[in-house]
């Protein structure tokens, strides 16, 4: 296909355009000397030409074929960086509009067109120039809206940029945004932190403000395609109010959570802290207030928030507040892991309820819709399924713990039998597993002496380059992702945010980060900047193995130079001299142990889940002790 030309994948794209495994995609390289060499990218993750592969696969019989919407999707990715993507797949979007509200429109960028498609997108936000430069994806797009049509083509886009950065770009799980405009009704809704639109598309007068104008023009781009009557900004909510004195039948919200920086020193004397001043730590709470700000008497508010917002000390005073004045009307924790949703209205004069909803839906979100709507019918009433009232009295004591769990209602003997059982076998698979886990080692009778030098020496030599974010560098919002410290420690994705700056450290596949502590990471994935704590390792992979770097700053040898000492005195950490065959042996090595060591994290969690109900089993009267064991 002519149109392929110039367009590069890489072998996880190859696999799926292919519908087979990456390790497929791994085989045909090692295995096929006439598999296409690659012609971008690294070592670690490289670029190979589309109309290259497709030849290949083509002529070794293999079942493929890009479909339309992936050839779009490639050509965007061709075009521009990670960075500057969702702008181009945004200014995509502005054109299949232009398409959607003039069906008759040339495709030719002439003078006229181009006025034509800034006063038909001038309601979008973000910058206002939405050109598309790239004539071959003009056709391209125009034929994709052809086939599939203007919403579905820009849908098809919007999933494959949110997988793309799945790590930098939260988005809400689908059922849970269900059910959260399942509960807020058929009116007016509004999302202060509306991301990419996901919590608005059923609204049916859609407002939102997001931070991001990329993410801001991508939401209003799908809202407008559905025809609907929207107003989407782009700007700080909480800092510059854009939606300020708009009011809607309700408000849902996925805010940032965690965010020190969200304004408190410039917000302190805000009006919209009727329920108190949210302290530094707490700006979930603030969020809370500013979404109550936004909805009509009477009117509903679904918000989600970290599991710790319903217990930390800090936000104590707040929570009471809001159960006092009847704001606060339902907790519901929404499985292991995943945040609570908190339910609210904004008082309207009536007296408030005595009693709050709590409910503990685990992994089934079919209980909440029910126990929501029979408790706003009559608090006082039996509800459903693992759901209960608790006497707001009870709850303003020293500590307002708001937890679902800490009140969880005694189980009955099915229910209990069946959460214990499900734990037990989870525990049990994940323990299983932790056996075939560990790399295979050879035990040695004598220690092995290595030849070794030092971080040092392999800096000097120009193998390793040492990275360190700038300056007073701020790491609590912004629209481009930050991997902080705690992302490191635990393997999760950059949760943190910053502007962009020049001056910031970009990371790459096969660098290694470490923090003050002694974590260590190589870095799978591009996108994001490094944090504020971390230390980056930019080896030169022709004469030094990243995974072979990590696992011997991972060992603690360079603790044990000042064991009096949080840091650690890196330069001088010693390194094995091997070749690069052997490094990469130990690498692998390495790599598995560093993969073992998540496994047995989350071994231990779900041991903390299985050793919460034996103790409530027991005192509850559901377990016994017996000889045989369970």
């Known amino acids: 296909m002519e149109e392929s030309q110039g367009i590069t994948v890489n072998a996880g794209d190859i696999a799926r355009l292919a519908s087979v495994g990456r390790a497929a995609v791994s085989n045909w390289r090692r295995r096929h000397d006439d598999f296409p060499r690659p012609v971008g990218g690294t070592t670690s993750s490289p670029l190979f030409s589309l109309s290259e592969v497709t030849t290949w696969l083509r002529s070794n019989g293999k079942s493929f074929e890009v479909s339309l919407g992936d050839l779009v999707w490639q050509r965007l990715r061709t075009s521009v960086d990670d960075l500057h993507l969702g702008d181009l797949v945004g200014r995509v979007g502005a054109f299949l509009l232009f398409l959607h509200r003039e069906p008759g429109a040339r495709r030719d960028h002439d003078a006229r067109s181009l006025a034509d498609l800034a006063a038909t997108t001038s309601g979008l936000p973000g910058s206002p120039d939405l050109r598309l430069g790239d004539l071959t994806l003009v056709d391209l797009v125009i034929e994709l809206a052809s086939e599939r049509g203007p919403l579905p083509a820009f849908e098809f886009l919007c999933e494959r940029y949110a997988e793309a950065h799945s790590r930098q770009l939260s988005v809400t799980r689908d059922d849970v945004a269900a059910l959260m405009s399942r509960l807020a009704g058929q009116g007016s809704v509004l999302d202060p932190a509306c991301g990419i639109g996901t919590l608005l598309l059923h609204a049916r007068a859609p407002r939102g403000q997001e931070i991001s104008g990329t993410n801001a023009r991508l939401a209003a781009v799908r809202m407008l395609l559905r025809g609907a009557d929207t107003r989407i900004v782009a700007g700080d909510s909480l800092r510059e109010n854009g939606l300020a004195g708009e009011l809607a039948d309700a408000v849902v919200c996925d805010p940032p959570f965690n ?87 904004r008082p309207d004069g009536e007296r408030p309820p005595s009693r709050l909803l709590m409910v ?39 500590e307002v713990d708001l937890s679902p769990a800490r009140h969880r209602p005694p189980q009955g003997g099915p229910d209990f039998l069946r959460d214990f059982t499900d734990a037990l076998d989870r525990f049990r698979d994940t323990s299983a597993a932790l056996s075939d886990a560990p790399p295979a080692l050879e035990l040695l009778t004598e220690r092995q002496d290595l030849p070794t030098t030092t971080i040092g020496e392999l800096v000097k030599a ?45 990371i790459r596949p096969g660098d290694v980060v470490t923090t003050a502590l002694g974590a260590v990471r190589v870095i799978t994935r591009s996108g994001a900047a490094l944090g504020p704590q971390l230390t980056l390792y930019r080896v030169d992979p022709q004469r030094l193995d990243p995974d072979f770097l990590a696992g011997f700053l991972r060992s603690a040898d360079a603790a044990r130079i000042h064991p009096s000492s949080s840091r650690l005195d890196v330069r001088r950490a010693r390194v094995p001299m091997l070749p690069l065959a052997d490094q990469r042996r130990y690498g692998t090595a390495f790599r598995e142990l560093f993969v073992l060591e998540d496994r047995v994290r989350e071994t231990r969690a779900l041991g903390e889940t299985l050793i919460r109900l034996g103790f409530d089993g027991l005192v509850d009267g559901h377990l016994r002790p017996c000889d045989q064991g369970v």
């Open 462 to 506: 120009g193998l390793i380059t040492i990275l360190q974010a700038p300056p007073r560098m701020t790491a609590d919002h912004g629209p481009l992702p930050v991997l902080t410290a705690d992302d490191t420690a635990m393997g999760t994705p950059p949760s943190g945010g910053t502007t962009l700056d020049p001056a910031l450290v970009m």
């Open 259 to 345: 965010e020190r920086a969200w304004g408190y020193e410039e917000l302190t004397g805000d009006p919209r802290w009727e329920y108190g001043l949210p302290p530094r730590g707490e700006s979930e709470l603030a969020w809370v207030q500013h979404c109550l700000t936004h909805v009509k008497p009477g009117g509903l508010v679904a918000i989600l928030m970290p599991a710790a917002a319903a217990s930390r000390r800090p936000g104590k005073r707040i929570r009471g507040n809001l159960l006092r004045a009847g704001a606060l009307r339902a907790v519901v924790t929404l499985g292991p892991g995943a945040p609570d949703l908190w339910m609210l209205r």
């Open 360 to 398: 503990d839906a685990g992994e089934d979100l079919s209980v909440v819709e029910p126990a929501w709507r029979a408790y706003m019918e009559d608090p006082e009433a039996e509800l459903p399924g693992g759901s209960r009232t608790v006497r707001i009295i009870d709850l303003l004591d020293d």
